[in-house]
C-alpha cells in the first residue's frame, strides 16, 4: 500500500520524470497557483500515475483530488481542521495526515488515517518548522502509538538517514531535497529505489 521511498515534488513535471523511473508513490505538492492550473496538473500528475500503477498522493487539495477521482490526499494540520473527512472517504480516497506532537497526533488519528507522518526527524533547509527536530527515538514512540498504520518520516532526510528511519520502524522516508536538488535527480531516485526497497 505504501512504498518506502515517498518523493514529494512541487509540480507535475517532476511527477512525469520520476515516475517512469520507477517511483511507486509519490506527492504532489502545489502552491500558490490558480485553480485552472491546479487541476491541470493534478490531472496530467493523475494520469502519469495511473499509466505506470504508481499512487498519487495530492498534497492538501482534497476537493480537486475528489473531482479528478484520485485515489491519496495527505492534509496538514491546518488542512485538517477545515477538510471535510466525511466527503474524502465517501469519495474512496485514502488519507495521510502530518503530525508534530503528541497533540497533533490525536487530531490526526481521531480521522483514521491510512498513515501518520512524523518529522521533521531532522533539521530541514526548505522551510521554517516551529518544531525542533524529532530524532530516532521520537520515530520509535511513534510506531507504538499508531497501532499498525504505516508511519512516513519526513524532514532533513538523505538516503543515509531515510535508511536509518526504516531501521528505527518508519515504513516509508518521505524526501524533498535530495530528489528536486540533486543534480541528477532521476538517478537519485533510482539509488533511493534500490537501497530502500532492499530493506523490505
Same mark, same amino acid.
Given at each position: 500500500?505504501?512504498?518506502?521511498?515517498?518523493? /514529494?515534488?512541487? %509540480?507535475?513535471?517532476? /511527477? *512525469? @520524470?520520476?515516475?517512469?523511473?520507477?517511483? *511507486?508513490?509519490v506527492q504532489l505538492r502545489l502552491?500558490?497557483?490558480?485553480?485552472?492550473?491546479?487541476?491541470r496538473q493534478v490531472r496530467e500528475a493523475r494520469d502519469v500515475c495511473t499509466k505506470h500503477g504508481a499512487?498519487?498522493?495530492?498534497? %492538501?487539495?482534497?476537493r480537486i483530488a475528489i473531482d479528478e477521482k484520485c485515489t491519496w490526499v495527505h492534509l496538514g494540520q491546518e488542512d485538517l481542521?477545515?477538510?471535510?473527512?466525511?466527503?474524502?472517504?465517501r469519495a474512496g480516497l485514502k488519507l495521510g495526515v502530518s503530525t508534530h506532537d503528541h497533540a497533533e497526533l490525536e487530531k490526526g488519528l481521531a480521522v483514521d488515517p491510512d498513515y501518520v507522518a512524523l518529522g521533521p526527524i531532522w533539521p530541514t533547509a526548505l522551510k521554517q518548522m516551529p518544531w525542533a527536530p524529532?530524532?530516532?527515538? @521520537?520515530?520509535?514512540?511513534?510506531?507504538?502509538?499508531?497501532?499498525?498504520?504505516?508511519?512516513? =518520516?519526513?524532514g532533513g532526510l538523505t538516503?543515509?538517514? =531515510?535508511?536509518?528511519?526504516?531501521?528505527?520502524?518508519?515504513?516509508?522516508? *518521505? /524526501?524533498?531535497?535530495?530528489i528536486v536538488n540533486s543534480p541528477d535527480p532521476v538517478a537519485q531516485a533510482k539509488a533511493w529505489i534500490a537501497a530502500t526497497r532492499s530493506l523490505t
Amino acid at each position: 500500500m505504501i512504498d518506502p521511498f515517498y518523493p /514529494v515534488v512541487p %509540480d507535475s513535471n517532476w /511527477v *512525469a @520524470r520520476l515516475v517512469p523511473a520507477g517511483v *511507486a508513490f509519490v506527492q504532489l505538492r502545489l502552491k500558490d497557483k490558480p485553480d485552472s492550473e491546479l487541476r491541470r496538473q493534478v490531472r496530467e500528475a493523475r494520469d502519469v500515475c495511473t499509466k505506470h500503477g504508481a499512487h498519487l498522493i495530492v498534497n %492538501d487539495y482534497w476537493r480537486i483530488a475528489i473531482d479528478e477521482k484520485c485515489t491519496w490526499v495527505h492534509l496538514g494540520q491546518e488542512d485538517l481542521v477545515d477538510a471535510d473527512v466525511k466527503a474524502i472517504r465517501r469519495a474512496g480516497l485514502k488519507l495521510g495526515v502530518s503530525t508534530h506532537d503528541h497533540a497533533e497526533l490525536e487530531k490526526g488519528l481521531a480521522v483514521d488515517p491510512d498513515y501518520v507522518a512524523l518529522g521533521p526527524i531532522w533539521p530541514t533547509a526548505l522551510k521554517q518548522m516551529p518544531w525542533a527536530p524529532q530524532g530516532l527515538d @521520537r520515530l520509535r514512540e511513534w510506531k507504538k502509538l499508531i497501532g499498525g498504520r504505516p508511519l512516513v =518520516a519526513i524532514g532533513g532526510l538523505t538516503l543515509e538517514r =531515510a535508511l536509518q528511519c526504516l531501521n528505527a520502524g518508519a515504513d516509508s522516508a *518521505a /524526501v524533498v531535497g535530495d530528489i528536486v536538488n540533486s543534480p541528477d535527480p532521476v538517478a537519485q531516485a533510482k539509488a533511493w529505489i534500490a537501497a530502500t526497497r532492499s530493506l523490505t
